[in-house]
């Protein structure tokens, strides 16, 4: 794969392979250079970080930033966000970053996600009920993968069942949009609009006991400092953040890692012996095949250096986290699955202070929906070849489109043993 970074600007590389075998890809990038030219997923010109060192500086390098605003002129085309779904977290740096992670944290600390456990098991445990009941096959993402997080994050932003939408359909449109249907983004982002702006005033006027009503408080509360309230358009945007953010990451997280299982039958077997290596073996799938390859376009403030390789003011940089991950100069045959490997320094979920903030809750859904998957279908296994999987082709997310899954009914086990 040709190193772009020694030809220039104006010969970006094929981003095909990212696609068709991604891990490959990247591992001929690393070998060929630090940092590469691409196309990025918005037609533009990007720079590709590829080694884990350099991926990890980067992340904490304040020359690098998320605002749009120190993009070059017609140098980043991405989102069509309007105001009121842009100004969030993704898209601030310091002090702006600062003060509106400050409020939102509050919502995952220890205890409050600690206190969500219970709730998420019984959630996976209706979506496992509801499988059981429709016979001896399912989709593990449409019926279940894809069902648990949207129910988890809806329960705590506070989303009545009525209003409950078809979240997936606007995800998929904003993740892997059809270049010949650009109508389809623009209603989506409609739709989303429409949607969030009438929660919150149904919330201004109705609270209850959730976090999409604790940060109306904090936006309507005229006493409180003003470096502690949120704007209109920030209160907005941190709703649709995080569901957003926390429904798409953990439907492809779980099934990443459900799949691993199955194609590995002693894998799976052993985990079943030893069900306290879950929380390490979903750390691992972070690792191994974790949900987002890249991390959000970053915009460098100044003309800067990554790996010897001269960025100009104003490009988009493009951190490979999948790469990085896979890096053998940090994780010693990083292309074997070993749960029992150092996984401290792991980027699946960023680094420094943008590392993802629903980390703790992600963690406990992949964990419970594996662990009640698990538990409660021994026979488990995929209902056709693993070749004949579809996943999406999309550099910003690692994910199945459907799994397929089979299992003996309880009868049936019962019979033969």
Known sequence: MQNTAETGPDAPIDVTPLLDDPYAAYAALREAGPVHRITGADGQPAWLVTRYDDVRGAFTDPRLSLDKRHAAPGGY??????????????????????????LVVKAFTPGRIDALREPVRRIADELLDAMEERGGQADLIADYAGQLPIIVICDLLGVPQRDRHDFRAWTDTLITPDPTKPQQMKQAIGAMLEFYTGLIATKRAEPGDDLLSDLIAVRDDAAGPADDRLTEDELTSLAFLILFGGYENVVHLIGNAALGLLEHPDRLDQLRRNPADLPAVVEEFMRYDGPAPLAIRRFAKEDLEIGGVRIPAGDSVLLAVASANRDPARFPD?????????????????????YCLGAPLARVETVTALDALIGRFPGLRLALPQAELRRRRSLRARGLISLPVTWKSRNEQVFEA
Not at 82 to 101: E, F, G, K, Q, Y
Not at 334 to 354: E, K, M, T, V, Y
């Open 334 to 354: 990083p292309d074997r699955f070993d749960h029992g490997r150092d996984l401290s320094g792991h980027l699946a979920l960023g680094h420094g202070i943008h």
């Open 77 to 102: 085309s991405g989102f069509a966000l309007p105001p009121a779904l842009d100004a969030n977290l993704l898209n601030m740096d310091p002090p702006d970053h600062t003060r509106v992670r400050r």
